[in-house]
């Protein structure tokens, strides 16, 4: 069964750094896409980053330059560096993947930026 597990959120001061983890099993991970979403509170879920089967990655144009998705597949996790906070990154953050037209999610870890 796909188990996602987040960790890794917090409150941090504006321009302070996270490192998020999503830990995966129930799959071979290695074979799959890796995202990251986040949902504000009172907005809908948004995309943040995703990583693909290569490394290859791509950002939302509010997050690229700041925050950065790796991996690590003899770990089965899916990172997500944040740098240089602001204010609006305040979310729960969630990591997801696809597999055989379903969508996994996991439960999300809380980030807040504030002073």
């Known amino acids: 069964q796909v188990k996602l597990v987040e960790s890794?959120?917090?409150?941090?001061?504006?321009?302070?750094?996270l490192r998020l983890s999503c830990a995966a099993s129930g799959f071979i991970?290695?074979?799959?896409?890796?995202?990251?979403?986040?949902?504000?509170?009172?907005?809908q879920r948004?995309?943040?980053?995703?990583?693909?089967?290569?490394?290859?990655?791509?950002?939302?144009?509010?997050?690229?330059?700041?925050?950065?998705?790796?991996?690590?597949n003899a770990k089965n996790t899916v990172y997500l560096q944040l740098n240089s906070l602001k204010p609006e990154d305040t979310a729960v953050y969630y990591c997801n993947v696809e597999i055989s037209m379903t969508t996994y999610w996991g439960q999300g870890t809380q980030v807040t930026v504030s002073s």
């Open 8 to 17: 890794g959120g917090g409150l941090v001061q504006p321009g302070g750094s």
């Open 29 to 43: 991970f290695s074979s799959r896409p890796m995202n990251w979403y986040r949902q504000a509170p009172g907005k």
């Open 46 to 72: 948004e995309f943040v980053a995703v990583i693909t089967r290569a490394g290859v990655t791509t950002y939302a144009g509010s997050v690229k330059g700041r925050f950065t998705i790796s991996r690590d």
